[in-house]
């Protein structure tokens, strides 16, 4: 009997940030199910929409939904429609990893950290009875899962090593773009206060030099994509992969035909390494810079960075000629308004003309969320949609962790960063539009033109 496994990638279909890219997460888990079972055991669709309507037209066996604490109150949502039709429900992703209290009654299983190797063990109990035996369950790792009323867990499972193992995502399910993403690693060295990423993998991992540039080969054989975004934590953290990765893409010949975009972190930022990443054909590197306020950094970072490794970093980019987008983090507990103009005033006075603002956001696993619910402000059943990351959307329920500042004093000072932000903005405008008449926006073409009339 061939199975129709549904995925639900819990996300808001109405905002681009969340709909850009295809859900590589969900896109691995297939390609791992197909490489276990084989290609016609199975017969796959992935929705983030539309959710009823989906299960009625596509009829499936079994539900898989993944999502983040932000979306988590969809994934509740989808799992109570998925039980109204009697659908076996697995949820995965950072929240449940992180939040296990939260698996609701309408979802069976829930699966803890990586998935690729639990959801093959997971169908081969269901495609064997057709259900979830408990018997099953309690020997399968890596679960938390419902046992006589009460949420059950089961022995960790280890991670996946080496990463070359698993095969490319899925991409065959979705529309691929020529301005596109993959993952080069698992992990993260560091661990900010605020990141649940590296709490999730735990230790850091990486696909081969070889792997690696085997997948560029393939999207830009297959896809023809022009530019690749790595969406690691921080992709430079082997230079000597690095290294590799640009002879043998200078062996296939692929070299300067895909540009690429990254992330890095400050204080491993030197002129070897950009010299790398240019030579690679990186464009555009973002670093999370968090702020222009030491005691805040220290709070955010702890102690291995400082903020003249945020002021060198800047430089050497662009004494190498790399466009940099800069993120920046304010409302930590102890951080008052002279704290917060620090970062407005290091923006100016180190010319971050690209960065993105952002509130401080409690995400479970992290300290900020022990922090926060040690002050009763989250808790383990709450209205997931109040740790949306957009404060401009979220302004009146957002979680506001300040003890300094109130949430009117927060959002007048977000406010003032907005304003640099747009500033920026129009000036990048006017200097591409010197370059280019043609892609000035309309309405600054109309003031220039004005202006050269008087």
Known sequence: MRIKFLFINAIDPSREVETKYPPLGIAYLVSNLRKHFGEEKIEFKVVDDNIEYEIRSFKPDIVGISAVSQNYNRAIAYAEIAKRYGLPVICGGVHISMMFSSLTRDMDVGVAGEGEETICDLLELFSRKGTFDKADLRKTKGIIYWDNGRIATTDKREPIHPLDELPFPARDLFSIQPNTYMFTSRGCPYRCTFCASSRFWNRVRI?????????????????????????????????????????????????GKVNFNCSIRANMVNDEIIRLLKELGVKSIGMGLESGCSKTLRYLKGNNIDIKDNENAIRIFRKHGIDVHCSFIIGSPEEDKKDVLETLRFIKKNRVTNFDLYVLTPYPG?????????????????????????????????????????????????????????????????????????????????????RSRK
């Not at 404060?391 to 007048?412: G, P």
Request: hydrophobic share 40%.
């Open 366 to 450: 992290t300290p900020v969320w022990d922090y926060a619910l040690s002050r009763g402000l989250v808790a383990e059943k709450m209205d997931w949609d109040r740790l949306n990351v957009d404060f401009s959307v979220n302004y009146d329920s957002a979680i506001i962790l300040s003890e300094k500042l109130t949430r009117k004093e927060i959002r007048a000072l977000f406010l003032r960063f907005r304003n640099e932000q747009r500033k920026n903005a129009i000036c990048r405008s006017i200097k591409t539009g010197l370059r280019n008449p043609s892609k000035i926006p309309g309405f600054l073409n109309r003031k220039l033109i004005n």
């Open 207 to 255: 696909f081969s030099a070889e792997y690696l540039v085997n997948e560029i080969e393939h999207l830009v054989k297959a896809h023809n994509v022009k530019s690749i975004q790595f969406y690691d934590d921080i992709f430079s953290v082997d230079v000597q992969r690095v290294r590799k990765t640009i002879d043998l893409l200078r062996e296939k010949g692929i070299l």
